[in-house]
C-alpha cells in the first residue's frame, strides 16, 4: 500500500474549502425544499442529499430539522434588515 502525498494533498485542501461552505450549502438546501414542499414535508435525508453531503453531516452542524429551520428563517431575516 502506497501513499501518494501529491494525490492526496489537493483532495485534503478541497474537504477543508467545503467544509468550511456547508452551513451555507445546507441552509441553501433546506430554503429551497421549505420552499417548494413545506416544513412538514421536508425529510432531513432530502436536505441532505441536495446539499450532496451524509444525514449525519447535516446533524455535525444543526441538530435537529427544528434547528435548521431557526437558521434558515434566521439567514432570510437577518438579510433582510441589512437592506
Not at 414535508?41 to 441532505?48: P, Q, R, Y
Not at 449525519?56 to 439567514?75: D, H
Amino acid at each position: 500500500m502506497t501513499d501518494h502525498p501529491s494525490s492526496s494533498a489537493p483532495s485534503a485542501r478541497g474537504r477543508s474549502r467545503r467544509k468550511e461552505a456547508r452551513p451555507a450549502e445546507l441552509l441553501e438546501a433546506a430554503t429551497r425544499l421549505f420552499v417548494e414542499k413545506g416544513y412538514a414535508a421536508t425529510k432531513v435525508e432530502e436536505v441532505a442529499a441536495l446539499a450532496k453531503v451524509s444525514k449525519g453531516t447535516l446533524f455535525l452542524y444543526y441538530p435537529s430539522k427544528q434547528a435548521l429551520l431557526k437558521a434558515v428563517v434566521r439567514e432570510n431575516i437577518a438579510g433582510r434588515f441589512a437592506e
